[in-house]
């Protein structure tokens, strides 16, 4: 007697109404337990929907574009072991392909090779559901593509050319242009999502400084094509001389912060590799080179970071610089700063705990540094291993503008005056 059984959709996370997107299986097909029948995409995944049951598909009930819900049936399937009878397909499903060898999963004379435009309705590109998630997070329109696979099916290869070619020559990835008129990106829209449905939410919006910063970073970093070069400095003697002169100077309220130092031999960086402070403009064809110093740091605020500027750091001395750095730091904390204490950065500081990290450039700027906190180490001297102070550096530049080596180069330079300051003051 023969067994058919019914298999039907599974709890989809509470999610009703997702549309297939792609059969998985034929009339006739044998499938195994957990081999999927079918592709769902909501607007969240791709998911596909797998047999509870061994056996032959023996009759489909959903096609490309039909919504489904938990219970409902997907198939029905004669449980292995029975008396199999090969079927003939129902007028409009796959036909037999005479001239190729059956398959060796399938009942019958079903077809070796697949037509796509008797599978799939034109409006829906022939890919599987991880090619689908890849051309989902990469913003390629499937509708552009001609897949190269067996039977037109649209490949993870496919996509990667495609996205490939696309950004090598400023041409769109899903149809529309990637830029508006004023360069600013178009993304994807954003997510929405209820996450009350999974607990307890509360939301606070944010403040008006976060809300600047956010659009300016999410602008730099989506423009800017940031490369991050890393390396450490020996700041043993600095420290010595920074704790050595504030130990003196007590008590005429003068201190010496490593931000002082930072931004002192930063600037006699600069001087040598000028092309570190400069800006391209929105185009992408002029850049304009600078003959001032002006270099901004990251000061944190209850309302969120912001950078002030030092201005022309490169004819200021450490004193100077540093009763500068207190006293627009103190300003930012009160929000007291002004535009023109933000205006004019060449060149911006960031200064985080941790080992490393990847500071976003502050357009127009070309460059921004970033201080991670400083260890002890044991560095070999030739002879021994000595206990020195180190400070990693992480900076962050326009690849547009400024090559691997001459990243390299900089920040070698900027670890050589670090450990040395005498060099900067000359």
Same mark, same amino acid.
């Given at each position: 007697?023969?067994?058919?059984?019914?298999?039907?959709?599974?709890?989809?996370?509470?999610?009703?109404?997702?549309?297939?997107?792609?059969?998985?299986?034929?009339?006739?097909?044998?499938?195994?337990?957990?081999?999927?029948?079918?592709?769902?995409?909501?607007?969240?995944?791709?998911?596909?929907?797998?047999?509870?049951?061994?056996?032959?598909?023996?009759?489909?009930?959903?096609?490309?574009?039909?919504?489904?819900?938990?219970?409902?049936?997907?198939?029905?399937?004669?449980?292995?072991?029975?008396?199999?009878?090969?079927?003939?397909?129902?007028?409009?499903?796959?036909?037999?392909?005479?001239?190729?060898?059956?398959?060796?999963?399938?009942?019958?004379?079903?077809?070796?090779?697949?037509?796509?435009?008797?599978?799939?309705?034109?409006?829906?590109?022939?890919?599987?559901?991880?090619?689908?998630?890849?051309?989902?997070?990469?913003?390629?329109?499937?509708?552009?593509?001609?897949?190269?696979?067996?039977?037109?099916?649209?490949?993870?290869?496919?996509?990667?050319?495609?996205?490939?070619?696309?950004?090598?020559?400023?041409?769109?990835?899903?149809?529309?242009?990637?830029?508006?008129?004023?360069?600013?990106?178009?993304?994807?829209?954003?997510?929405?999502?209820?996450?009350?449905?999974?607990?307890?939410?509360?939301?606070?919006?944010?403040?008006?400084?976060?809300?600047?910063?956010?659009?300016?970073?999410?602008?730099?970093?989506?423009?800017?094509?940031?490369?991050?070069?890393?390396?450490?400095?020996?700041?043993?003697?600095?420290?010595?001389?920074?704790?050595? *002169?504030?130990?003196?100077?007590?008590? &005429? /309220?003068? +201190? %010496? $912060? !490593?931000?002082?130092?930072?931004?002192?031999?930063? =600037? @006699?960086?600069?001087?040598?590799?000028?092309? *570190?402070?400069?800006?391209?403009?929105? &185009? /992408?064809? +002029? %850049? $304009? !080179?600078?003959?001032?110093?002006?270099?901004?740091? =990251? @000061?944190?605020?209850?309302?969120?970071?912001?950078?002030?500027?030092?201005?022309?750091?490169?004819?200021?001395? %450490?004193?100077?610089?540093?009763?500068?750095?207190?006293?627009?730091?103190?300003?930012?904390?009160?929000?007291?700063?002004?535009?023109?204490?933000?205006?004019?950065?060449?060149?911006?500081?960031?200064?985080?705990?941790?080992?490393?990290?990847?500071?976003?450039?502050?357009?127009?700027?070309?460059?921004?540094?970033?201080?991670?906190?400083?260890?002890?180490?044991?560095?070999?001297?030739?002879?021994?291993?000595?206990?020195?102070?180190?400070?990693?550096?992480?900076?962050?530049?326009?690849?547009?503008?400024?090559?691997?080596?001459?990243?390299?180069?900089?920040?070698?330079?900027?670890?050589?005056?670090?450990?040395?300051?005498?060099?900067?003051?000359?």
């Amino acid at each position: 007697m023969v067994d058919i059984q019914e298999v039907r959709v599974p709890d989809l996370g509470g999610y009703g109404g997702v549309p297939v997107i792609e059969m998985l299986v034929a009339l006739g097909d044998e499938v195994a337990i957990d081999q999927g029948l079918v592709a769902l995409e909501s607007d969240k995944a791709t998911l596909e929907v797998p047999s509870s049951i061994a056996g032959v598909i023996r009759e489909l009930k959903v096609e490309v574009g039909d919504a489904l819900s938990p219970g409902d049936v997907i198939a029905l399937v004669e449980v292995a072991g029975e008396m199999i009878e090969a079927i003939e397909p129902p007028p409009g499903s796959l036909r037999p392909n005479p001239s190729a060898a059956p398959s060796a999963n399938v009942v019958g004379q079903l077809p070796a090779r697949f037509d796509t435009d008797e599978i799939l309705p034109d409006t829906l590109p022939h890919a599987s559901p991880a090619a689908r998630l890849l051309a989902r997070r990469l913003g390629a329109n499937l509708a552009l593509l001609r897949g190269t696979a067996r039977g037109g099916r649209i490949s993870r290869d496919d996509i990667q050319q495609h996205v490939d070619s696309a950004l090598s020559g400023g041409q769109a990835l899903g149809g529309a242009a990637l830029v508006a008129a004023g360069g600013e990106p178009k993304p994807l829209p954003w997510p929405e999502v209820d996450f009350s449905k999974f607990g307890e939410v509360e939301k606070q919006p944010l403040g008006r400084i976060q809300t600047i910063s956010a659009a300016n970073l999410a602008r730099n970093w989506a423009m800017i094509p940031h490369v991050t070069q890393h390396h450490q400095s020996d700041i043993t003697d600095l420290e010595a001389l920074r704790v050595q *002169f504030n130990k003196e100077t007590e008590r &005429a /309220g003068v +201190t %010496l $912060t !490593l931000l002082a130092f930072l931004v002192k031999a930063s =600037a @006699a960086a600069l001087k040598q590799y000028p092309r *570190f402070k400069s800006s391209l403009d929105a &185009a /992408g064809e +002029t %850049l $304009t !080179l600078k003959q001032y110093c002006h270099i901004g740091f =990251a @000061a944190d605020t209850p309302d969120g970071l912001v950078v002030p500027v030092i201005r022309d750091a490169d004819s200021k001395g %450490l004193i100077a610089i540093a009763q500068e750095v207190a006293a627009l730091t103190q300003k930012a904390r009160n929000g007291e700063l002004g535009p023109a204490d933000m205006e004019g950065g060449c060149f911006s500081i960031s200064s985080l705990g941790g080992t490393v990290f990847t500071p976003i450039i502050n357009a127009p700027e070309a460059a921004i540094l970033g201080v991670s906190q400083s260890s002890m180490q044991p560095i070999w001297d030739g002879q021994a291993f000595q206990p020195r102070l180190m400070l990693p550096l992480s900076l962050s530049y326009d690849h547009r503008i400024i090559d691997g080596a001459a990243a390299a180069r900089f920040t070698a330079t900027l670890a050589e005056l670090l450990g040395d300051i005498r060099r900067a003051l000359l």
